[in-house]
């Protein structure tokens, strides 16, 4: 069996571990578990983590088990919150873990015969039995406030360093987070919880709720990741359009391949060993060769290939690549009239401005007109001037200058007109009849 811990350290994705765990790991297959919070239909790439830690695990030789929090979906986990999550109803959340069992589905097997096959669990199926009477009896009784309220989450909620306090309902989340290990643990013999490093509270109380509500000498460990942020330190997984998402139909394999394409150098050689399964000595050698000629971005291109290879499969990759070599290359105008109209709409689609009537196309379309009252592509006349004086507006790539009028030949695939700005600022505007 491959060493876990080790593999999981090398890449930077160990925060904190009980002691003991490591020792477990090595010593037999193990049953481990993640949870994934439904929130929405689907995943985005922050949950690539947990999901390629459930992969490194099976692969390690031990067997995981993705839990979709049905019940704790309901409540809304506190942990790194300064304010009470909005309350979901059951058919939203009935919704939201029908698409997130799909998302799962494409990452894990869970309909494997192997001995250390993936298990896909929804915590709603045991939680949905309890009364509130029996779960503060059978439970609740099993852990302390005071061991509850020094956990962090919870303090800092509470002292008001972080919102303007805890609900009960909050409160009680990380009993149920607890109740998830007992079960798991009674059921299918799962003896570590993984999660990313805010959810260290949680987990810890479960261990606690496994060996109270065991016999004597229950073992349950636990080990956390660290939160991934960039270099800079803002928030990973975001990009100005909003979340990545690891769905095609919320954010297209073309704009998932470019966020990777575009992460800084310092980002790329830390994400490469997190979210790719290649080996040690290769990332060292790509890491190395990256550092000889940066310019070529070496390994922001392994990268993205190797993530959305994993995400999306190869066939969607070689798409992605083909428009991304479009992108850079010296197209012209007739380039442009040969694409279809998926592949445009994949490339420029970010870059929509206020549409204009094709009537209104020929003698009454003034360039100015249309770069600033018909579309908001620059605020006053005088900046559309001044650009267009520098020589710096294009019409589907051919340059044009103040005198310039729109006309039904510069409507490409019948609907569209690019208009640049300079090197890198790229408008569309939406004809319509």
């Known amino acids: 069996m491959k060493n876990f811990v080790e593999e999981l350290t090398w890449r930077g994705m160990v925060h904190d571990i009980m002691p003991g ?21 689907s995943l985005h790439i922050g949950s690539l983590v947990p999901i390629i830690i459930l992969v490194h695990l099976q692969k390690c030789g031990h067997k995981p088990i993705a839990l979709i929090g049905g019940a704790t979906g ?10 009470e999550r909005n309350l979901l109803d059951e058919a939203a959340l009935a919704k939201n873990v029908e698409g997130i069992k799909g998302v799962l589905s494409r990452f894990l097997d869970f309909n494997s015969k192997d001995a250390n096959a993936p298990v896909l669990v929804n915590n709603y199926d045991w939680m949905k039995e309890f009364s509130f009477i029996g779960f503060v009896r059978d439970v609740g009784k099993r852990i302390t406030v005071n061991y509850m309220m ?24 990380q009993l149920i987070q607890g109740y998830d290990f007992y079960h798991l643990h009674k059921e299918y013999n799962c003896l570590l919880q993984l999660g990313g490093s805010d959810q260290w509270g949680n987990i810890t109380t479960g261990t606690e ?5 065991n016999n004597e000498g229950a073992k349950a460990y636990a080990m956390t990741c660290p939160l991934i942020t960039k270099a800079d330190g803002s928030k990973f997984g975001k990009s100005e359009g909003g ?9 297209s394999v073309y704009k ?8 800084t150098d310092a980002d790329a050689e830390k994400y490469i060993k997190i979210f790719t399964f290649l080996p040690q000595k290769e990332i060292e050698a790509l890491i190395e060769e990256h550092k000889q000629a940066p310019h070529l971005r070496v390994l922001q291109k392994r990268l993205a290939g190797e993530v959305t290879t994993f995400v999306h499969g190869e066939a969607n990759l070689e798409d992605s690549v083909k428009k991304s070599e479009f992108v850079f290359s010296n ?16 490339i420029f689609g970010e870059f929509f401005v206020s549409p204009v009537k094709k009537s209104a196309l020929g003698i009454e379309a003034n360039i100015i007109d249309v770069l600033t009252e018909a579309t908001g592509i ?23 200058n103040e005198t310039y009028t729109l006309s039904e030949s510069d409507v490409i695939l019948d609907k569209y007109i690019l208009i640049s700005f300079g090197k890198k600022k790229n408008f569309v505007v939406p004809v319509e009849s």
């Open 243 to 251: 979340n990545i998402w690891l769905d095609a139909d919320k954010t």
């Open 21 to 41: 765990t490591e020792e477990q790991l090595n010593k037999e297959m193990t049953t481990a578990y993640i949870g994934f919070d439904p929130t929405s239909d």
């Open 331 to 346: 197209y012209a105008k007739e380039d442009l009239q040969d694409l279809n109209d998926e592949f445009f709409t994949d």
């Open 209 to 213: 709720l496994v060996r109270r509500m």
């Open 150 to 173: 020094a956990k962090d989450s919870v303090k800092k909620r509470l002292t008001g360093e972080a919102g303007s306090g805890m609900s009960f309902t909050e409160f009680t989340y």
């Open 256 to 263: 998932f391949y470019q966020f990777w394409l575009n992460t």
């Open 74 to 83: 309901m409540i809304g986990d506190p942990s790194g919150k300064s304010d």
């Open 378 to 400: 620059f605020p006053s006349r005088g900046e559309a001037r001044k650009a267009l004086m520098a020589n710096a507006v294009a019409i589907n790539k051919e340059k044009i």
